[in-house]
Nanobody, 122 residues
Framework: QVQLVESGGGLVQAGGSLRLSCAASGRTFSLLTMGWFRQAPGKEREFVAS???????YYSHSVTGRFTASRDNSKNTVYLQMNSLKPEDTAVYYC????????????????WGQGTQVTVSS
């Protein structure tokens, strides 16, 4: 079992930055793929970024160049640094853990956090 707890969300003006954290329990953290997803009101959950156990990262087109995923295996924590935030980035952000065949597919992740709200004002 893996438990995930996100933190770092909040209200920020457009152009600002936030860093989300996701702390994981369990001794297998270093072997897991960690994903970040988001869900805006009335929309489906969408892929944001993922970081493999090899630290290879993938990003959605909408955040490439603005968001950076990283992980610290010594702290069992994954991060999402979000820069140049836009109002359309407003959503609940979730971290996920697992060993998905495709890291951008939400249903392939076994474990999910409770989510943290990010609101970007214009």
């Amino acid at each position: 079992q893996v438990q995930l707890v996100e933190s770092g969300g909040g209200l920020v003006q457009a152009g600002g930055s936030l860093r989300l954290s996701c702390a994981a329990s369990g001794r297998t953290f270093s072997l897991l793929t960690m994903g970040w997803f988001r869900q805006a009101p009335g929309k489906e959950r969408e892929f944001v970024a993922s970081i493999m156990w090899t630290e290879i990262t993938y990003y959605s087109h909408s955040v490439t160049g603005r968001f950076t995923a990283s992980r610290d295996n010594s702290k069992n924590t994954v991060y999402l640094q979000m820069n140049s935030l836009k109002p359309e980035d407003t959503a609940v952000y979730y971290c996920a853990a697992g060993q998905p065949s495709y890291s951008n597919v939400a249903k392939l992740y076994a474990y999910w956090g409770q989510g943290t709200q990010v609101t970007v004002s214009s």
